[in-house]
């Protein structure tokens, strides 16, 4: 399995303390012996070595605690990483999505005003095509009335071509009419 700082700190304060255990119970064993010699310096010096141990076995629990504290604030650590790295994927996802989205709307409106250029550029054709019927129809309207016009003199010119043509007959009948 993986290597756990749990797991290494466990079995180093576990061997620690079977060695210490093992160290206390031979300076027990000395010391009851002592006593039952009655050899008071070496049961005093057993007595300090034992009291050694037992700091020694204070100080190991000590750092065993410590090095559990410092493994569970890494697993901590860890598992905060891990769930920093799982928020940075979905904003990064996030982030492509939202760049994706803006692309689309960018080529949307890019599009869109293509086909407002296309349009503009269609009604101002359609303006021009119809500025020039509108020209068209003047010039027509003002041909019609020029026609209108020399009409108007061509009937006036042959009225009066057909009055002088009948005041010459009336005369032409009165010169007849005295002639005879």
Request: hydrophobic share 40%.
């Amino acid at each position: 399995g993986m290597w756990s700082p749990v797991a290494a700190s466990d079995a180093v304060w576990t061997a620690w303390k079977a060695r210490a255990e093992h160290r206390a119970s031979l300076a027990l064993a000395a010391r009851n012996a002592l006593v039952s010699t009655r050899d008071v310096s070496e049961l005093t010096k057993a007595d300090l070595q034992i009291r050694s141990l037992r700091a020694c076995l204070k100080d190991l629990e000590a750092d065993a605690k410590r090095n559990s504290d410092a493994a569970s604030a890494l697993a901590n650590a860890q598992a905060r990483s891990e769930r920093l790295k799982d928020e940075i994927e979905l904003l990064s996802a996030s982030i492509t999505r939202l760049a994706a989205e803006h692309a689309e709307q960018r080529d949307l409106r890019v599009a869109e005003e293509a086909k407002a250029r296309e349009l503009k550029l269609e009604l101002e054709e359609e303006r021009d095509l119809r500025r020039r019927a509108e020209r068209k129809a003047a010039d027509l309207a003002a041909e019609c009335e020029e026609h209108r016009c020399r009409a108007e003199e061509h009937r006036a010119a042959r009225e009066a071509d057909a009055r002088r043509a009948d005041e010459a007959r009336t005369r032409c009948a009165d010169v007849e009419l005295r002639g005879e």
